[in-house]
């Protein structure tokens, strides 16, 4: 059975991934890994690539959803959408944007942060 760090963390993506497909987004891909590197989503936006990082907080007991995103996650986001890039048959424009969660008594409160990275 997943811990509930897990659980939690699969809901944020979840509504994530709902949240950004209300914006018109289309989901490309999920929880994509290269080599260590995790891209929680990859979606389209109009004829742009974006590669998103969810966060989701129940608390703020260690630091908002925004400030857990550490410099060592991000170079490890970056290296994974470079492999991603490389991947691809043609080029393509490319962002990295960041959606946070924060779960409080059933409501869940979503925020994009456009081009974190």
């Known amino acids: 059975m997943s811990s509930n760090k897990q659980r939690v963390g699969k ?28 891209i929680d989503i990859i979606a389209l936006e109009d004829d742009v690539v974006v590669f998103v990082e969810v966060r989701t907080r129940t608390t703020d007991d260690w630091g908002s959803a925004l400030e857990s ?7 490890s ?18 962002r990295i944007d960041m959606v946070t969660v924060k779960l409080n008594h059933g409501k869940a409160t979503l925020t994009l942060y456009r081009s974190i990275g």
């Open 77 to 94: 986001l970056r290296s994974g959408v470079v492999r991603w890039l490389l991947n691809q048959d043609e080029y393509c424009k490319a």
């Open 11 to 38: 809901l944020g993506e979840d509504l994530a991934a709902e949240y950004l497909e209300s914006l018109g987004w289309k989901i490309l891909e999920r929880n994509v890994t290269y080599k260590g590197a995790e």
């Open 69 to 75: 995103l550490t410099p060592k996650k991000l170079a």
